[in-house]
């Protein structure tokens, strides 16, 4: 059962991302997924018998609302937030795309998420749930509150339309290494379709610069082209030689650690060491897992 309380934070939360949010009301409940007459409604704080608990549910975790009212997690500027950030800007303001190709584990979903949440008509795509060539498009049409269940050419001529009608509109393609190889084309052809009307930021690890460089040399259609389109380079912020690195990521992993542990009965440098994997590199996750793991017990003490 939902309760009145999750029900407003629900609430709270939809309002700031309609502040983000450039469209209309009808467009803005096409992305989250309800129509407008339940949009409406709710708004309005009428929220009994209007939407189902699952579709709380659904927004809920839309929304990135905490079930258990955790404190929130604190955001850190930490380098991969800073070159993330400066180059998804730089991408929307002026239309342009990139491709950034780095380690795992290291902040970039979890920035472009960021970024997104607080930029209007900038749209987080997890490729990785959308490999298809439609379902991706679908996916996009839907963020940005076009109509994404008719005809499938419809629904792409609906979207390059609209894309071009934003003011300075970014797709982010996160986990874009996992899509098919009809999707990648169709990627080519939306940034064809809306080129100097829409910026583009591609995002992976080692799996996505492989994906496109294997077929760039094997002259696979549509690869060398995709490449030209997006800089004829793999953007990278963790530096490549081992140490280096190493002490990047664990200053990078010490700053998050520190931000997030106020209250917090743990040892700052016990945390770091257990999210060491065996190549003596932290994890994030872990990392996250563990400091979430110490405010639920404290909650429940």
Not at 43 to 72: C, F, H, Q, Y
Not at 130 to 141: D, P, T
Not at 245 to 271: H, S, V, W, Y
Request: hydrophobic residues 40%; glycine residues 8%; positive net charge.
């Amino acid at each position: 059962m939902i309760t009145g309380e999750l029900k407003q934070r629900i609430l709270d939360a939809l309002q700031k991302s309609r502040e983000n949010f450039s469209g209309s009301d009808a467009k803005f409940s096409v992305s989250i997924g309800i129509n407008s007459a339940q949009y409406n409604r709710i708004k309005n704080g009428d929220t009994e018998k209007v939407l189902a608990d699952a579709k709380w549910i659904s927004l809920a975790r839309r929304l990135g609302v905490d079930p258990l009212n955790m404190p929130a997690w604190n955001t850190v500027e930490t380098p991969v937030f800073r070159f993330i950030t400066t180059q998804l800007e730089v991408c929307q303001q002026r239309s342009l795309s990139a491709i950034l190709c780095d380690l795992s584990d290291i902040g970039k979903s979890y920035v472009a998420r960021q970024y997104c949440a607080g930029h209007p008509n900038a749209s987080y795509i997890d490729c990785s749930q959308v490999k298809s060539r439609s379902r991706l498009i679908r996916s996009i049409a839907k963020s940005f509150g076009v109509g994404y269940t008719g005809l499938y050419s419809e629904v792409y001529g609906d979207l390059v339309f609209y894309l071009k009608t934003l003011p300075a509109p970014l797709v982010v393609l996160d986990e874009a290494g996992d899509i098919s190889y009809e999707a990648f084309l169709e990627i080519k052809a939306l940034w064809n379709a809306t080129e100097l009307s829409c910026g583009f930021y591609m995002m992976g690890a080692d799996g996505l610069k492989d994906k496109i460089s294997r077929g760039v040399d094997m002259h696979r259609v549509g690869f060398t082209e995709i490449f030209s389109r997006f800089g004829r380079r793999y953007g990278h912020v963790i530096p490549l030689v081992k140490d280096e690195r190493d002490e990047c990521l664990r200053k990078t992993a010490m700053m998050i650690i520190k931000a997030n542990m106020d209250g917090l009965n743990a040892d700052a440098n016990r945390l770091l060491r257990i999210s060491l994997g065996d190549d003596g590199i932290p994890s994030l996750r872990r990392i996250y897992k563990e400091i979430m793991k110490l405010r639920f017990e404290q909650m429940n003490a």
